[in-house]
């Protein structure tokens, strides 16, 4: 039987394509030039090409441009020195059909070799569906916090408001001062320069402060950047002291300076410490005292403590209390350390609460720093 | 307004409401003087200081209220104007509770402050008037002998002379010398004015 290799071989091809016309997911065979062998139906019904016009193309011809000019070099640089980017791997990128359209695919790739050939073969689940509600996810997620942290801003009210009449009262009471001694001829330029200048210091005085709560207020996209967490703890303690002070709880800082920087959500970390401040002096009452700290327990984490003399949590209820809807509050919400928590996880750390020395409680924040990400 | 040389302590904690308050004070032609803290004005004070107080309730350390039952404890006399704020609702309750008090919340409309303060200092200098004159009353009475004393009190108790000899079984002659002596004294030329002068004695 002359070409009995030859047609066990066709036949075995056969089966194969079979094989993965029958498949759920876009399959592609390419060679180790990128040059695609095998092109599945589910791959011609996802991409829009028919096998036929495709088999030959470069692969980078499925991929937006911005992927498609490193593709050949990832290959390139697999081939010569077997340095995985994808093989084996598995991850999620980008695919474009051919309309134009670009969309969200999970990739993994198979390495097959036959004799002196190498093939690829690619497997493509779109995974545009998974997106959206991922990003559902996401949204929620974030309308709540977005709600939380109003919520904490309702709580600290009280504080803001006080701290706003001040600069009100001050300017107030200049203009009726400067008007009496103007009517009365007691007022020269000079002078009334002198208190105009006060007033206008006072007024971006009381605009500084709704801008932070503005800040606060404002919904944010979670984007996190690499900074210092002292700056961030510093931003908050501009509001935190505000509400401080009008319920008579002191903050003690105590912050290690030259901290490594981390990857950090500002507004997310400042609603983080804030929820734990406001939760000190709502379970200490007036004349708690507080503590900020944060350091580096090591090169790779970094803490933020939130520490009062109020009478701290029970050891049964240490994990309880970050479970949503928890509280022991009338008019709590039970949602501030939930989110709180989400946000930490989210910056792959973790919260929790020990007994501060003085027996009240110590929320310890730790999260990851930058390092191995940078070279400083 | 009138003058009544007492002096506006204004303790608040914010700078800026200090500052404006003592420049609208002047405008009226009002001494004063400023303290950042409870403790700072503590510190300042000594007995016998007139004018009156403009005091923050909400302070960081020692709050206005607080300040106020050290000064009660002091034997002070200021009048005291507590400034208070919107969320200062309970608090002020809380004050009053504990005693007639004076507010007036920020931000102040200027007449009201001004009269509030013109009517503290005058009350202060009058009740310091009438401690001053209550002061010299009394010693004036150091000065009377005890037969003396007795004839001024039936005296101030309306009796006549007549009646007066039969109590204290003297002759009329001798409660008139001790009458004329008390008089004197008292530095008065009326009974009506000695019955007045007597009243600062009970106090
Ligand atoms: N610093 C603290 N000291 C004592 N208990 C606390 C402290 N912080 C939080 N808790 C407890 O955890 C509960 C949940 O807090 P949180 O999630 O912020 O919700 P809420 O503040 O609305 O109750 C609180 O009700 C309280 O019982
Ligand atoms: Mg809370």
Redesign the pocket.
Known sequence: MPNSSEHASSFAEARFAALLDAAVDAILVIDSNGQIETFNRAAERLFGYQSVEICGQNVSTLMPDKYSHAHDSYLQRYLTTGERRIIGIGREVSAMRRDGSVFPVELSVGEVATGEKRRFVGIIRDISERRASEQELRQQQERLEHVTRLGTLGEMAAGIAHEINQPLTAIATYAHAARRLLSSDRMDAVRLDDVLGKMATQAERAGQIIERIRDLARRQSPSQELCDLNAIMDETLKLAEVDARYHDAPIVVEMTPGLPHAWLNSVQIQQVVL??L???I???GAGTKLKLRTYARSKEELVVEVE?N????PES?RTE??NPF????TD???????ISRSIVASHGGRIEVDAAPTG??V?RVTLPTALGEIDE | MSETGGIVFVVDDDEAVRDSLSLLLESASLQSQCFASADEFAEHYQGGMSGCLLLDIRMPGKSGLELRDWLDQQGAQLPIIFITGHGDVPMAVDAMKRGAIDFIQKPFSDDELLQRVQQALESEAGDRADRAEADRVRANFETLTPREREVMQQVVAGRVNKVIALDMDISQRTVEIHRARVMHKMGVRSVADLVRLASFLDK
């Open positions: 929820n734990l406001r939760n000190a709502e379970a200490g009062d109020g009478p701290g949590v209820l209390i970050f928890f509280t022991t509050r709590g919400t039970g949602m501030g350390l939930s009240g409680a929320f």
